[in-house]
């Protein structure tokens, strides 16, 4: 038996070991810092710069947050969420790009749109969750690229890098949730393999809130009970954690054993929503400004619904209080539409409840969902495992 069949017969073996073991493959892309990687791509002059994207910092009076920033402004402390103000105190001589402007848009979706082109290439079992990151389902292709799972993920790295000049990290797992916290492992260019019997010893260790669907005031509500990480939620009793979080509880739980096997849905990129907000330089107590600012933003969101030919059922308004106290509300018309006048018209009826308040306006935001094609289906809401 020459050394090459030996070599087919242990190849096989070790694909067969691979299938047998996991129940799917699923991969979760990410792309790294993508506004400010597609700026960096743009602009190569950056590349060594804290670059920021988000709202003008006015030298440190700015009112809105980081949207993203580069790995190089990272490294001050600065991260997604930051008030600008902040970010500026820690990074001031950085590169600060609003990302408000509409150019800057226009360019994210076009590189969102070569990048998710590519990656529907490896599998019709494809789903789109926003510009910069999606879920494969890689389960009957993986072999065709190498012996284990990394080798489709390096394959993908590697196509992305070199046709697009962008930053990507892939993690691969048997369920959508795992491979989401595996793509966040050893970001930027990061690859992560975690199988259900790796869960233990690649993430047990991890805080709660790297769970995706775990928020501030659950992590909170975990947290006083004695369970901080992902192992403390595997550990624990299911009576526990159901007296904690009810149904909810024993979801996550699921999620932590890797044993939430939710399909990859198959939704082409379809969008659930379109949301805008705006914060305002100064707290507004002047209706006036507000309804102008409210009529804009409705306006660009209309302009967004008819140029992808979607209509809404459903509008939302966001307001936010001087004090950071925020307070949202919704209402859905009788049928399907995308006419400007009425959606503005259904936003000014759901913030009259807020316009004999005594604070002043913050911020202001307004969404439209239950979205349908024009002419056709009713769009999916894409529900992340």
């Known amino acids: ?73 990272r490294k001050f402390g600065l991260h997604s969420g930051m008030p600008i103000s902040t970010a500026y105190r820690q990074c001031p001589d950085g590169i600060y790009i609003c990302s408000g402007r509409e150019i800057s848009f226009t360019n994210y979706h076009k590189e969102s749109k070569k990048v998710m082109a590519i990656l529907k290439e490896y599998t019709p079992i494809f789903q789109s969750s926003g510009l910069d990151e999606a879920y494969l389902d890689l389960t009957q292709v993986w072999e065709e690229y190498g012996d284990t799972p990394r080798a489709v993920a390096q394959d993908i790295q590697n196509r992305i890098q070199n046709k697009l000049s962008l930053p990507i990290s892939v993690g691969i797992a048997e369920s959508k949730s795992i491979a989401k916290i595996g793509s966040d492992l050893n970001k930027p260019n990061g690859i992560a393999i975690v199988s259900n019997t790796d869960i233990p010893i690649k993430l047990h260790a991890l805080p709660v809130r790297k769970i995706n669907g775990v928020g501030k005031k659950t992590e ?9 990480t992902i ?32 399909p990859v849905g198959n939704f082409r990129g379809e969008r659930k929503s379109i949301s805008s907000e705006r914060t305002f330089r100064t707290d507004q107590n002047d209706w006036k400004v507000i309804n ?13 619904l008819q140029e992808y030919r979607l209509l809404t059922k ?20 009788t049928n399907y539409l995308n006419d400007e006048s009425a959606i503005l018209g259904k936003t000014r009826y759901l913030l009259d409840e807020f316009r004999n308040s005594q604070k002043k306006v913050r911020l202001i935001g307004v969404r439209v969902s239950s979205l349908k094609k024009q002419g056709g289906q009713t769009v999916l809401t894409q529900f992340l495992s």
């Open 1 to 73: 038996m020459s050394v090459l069949h030996i070599y087919k017969i242990f190849r096989n073996s070790l694909c067969l070991t691979v299938t047998r073991v996991w129940k799917q493959v699923i991969a979760h892309v990410d792309l790294d810092a993508f506004f400010a990687s597609v700026h960096l791509k743009i602009h190569p002059f950056l590349k060594n710069y804290p670059v920021i994207i988000g709202s003008d910092p006015q030298a440190g009076k700015g009112r809105g947050v980081v949207s993203t920033c580069s790995y190089e402004a």
């Open 220 to 228: 909170q509500v975990l947290n006083r009970k004695g369970l901080k």
């Open 231 to 262: 192992g403390d939620i595997a550990n624990t009793t299911r009576e526990k954690i159901f007296l904690l979080l009810g149904d909810y509880g024993l979801h996550l739980q699921k999620v932590v054993h890797g044993e939430n096997y939710r």
């Open 292 to 304: 102008t600012k409210v009529k804009d933003i409705t306006s660009k969101l209309v302009s967004r």
């Open 314 to 333: 459903t509008v939302s308004i966001k307001i936010r209080f001087e004090g950071y106290i925020t307070y949202t509300r919704s209402s859905s018309f």
